[in-house]
């Protein structure tokens, strides 16, 4: 089986058997789209839904931003042979994975869900939410996708700093 991987930025459409699409997310979102007719399947991978009202932005920074990511997807689908209103899509990521960054994870995965209802696609599977990393498998000709959760890291334990020992206020080099 071929493997392809991407990451935070990427987008991947193609019809080919024997192929698996793969990333990682945390609080990031990846959408996977498929046509079951024409065996068309593609993914993408974005760190948030839409720039800030006003920002400047170059197109290299358009690539991490949904509303980009989302179309760039469909249309590199419908230059594979999918069409529009065939396509069914399925959500994952959007975890809280450090709690001070606020909620990004959850405002990702509203956004992915408003974008595609919008765009009149129909949703099949959603695994979004929680607070641990998902790795997302995806079989872009059969339709077929998996998200399991990463095991959290083994936190670090601080090792004790040695105590210094002093001689009656006296310092000895050596």
């Not at 459409?13 to 079951?36: F, K, M, Q, R, Y």
């Not at 400047?56 to 949904?66: A, E, F, I, T």
Request: charged share 20%; with cysteine; net charge negative.
């Amino acid at each position: 089986m071929r493997r392809i991987s991407i990451i935070q930025g990427d987008h991947v459409a193609l019809g080919e058997p024997n192929t698996v699409i793969t990333t990682l997310l945390g609080s990031c979102i990846a959408v996977c789209l498929h046509d079951a007719v024409a065996h068309v399947g593609g993914m993408n991978h974005f760190l948030l839904g839409q720039p800030e009202e006003g920002a400047k932005l170059g197109s290299y920074d358009m690539q991490r931003y949904g509303v980009h990511a989302m179309e760039l997807l469909i249309n590199a689908m419908m230059a594979q042979g999918a069409a529009r209103d065939r396509l069914r899509a399925h959500i994952y990521g959007g975890a809280t994975i450090v709690a001070g960054l606020g909620g990004i994870g959850t405002e990702n995965a509203a956004f992915a869900r408003r974008f595609i209802e919008t765009e009149g696609i129909a949703i099949g599977h959603v695994d979004v939410g929680g607070s641990r990393a998902r790795k997302v498998e995806f079989l872009p000709y059969d339709g077929k996708a998996r998200a399991q959760l990463v095991a959290q890291a083994v936190p670090l334990i601080a090792t004790p700093k040695p105590t210094p020992i002093h001689a009656d206020g006296e310092l000895e080099l050596f």
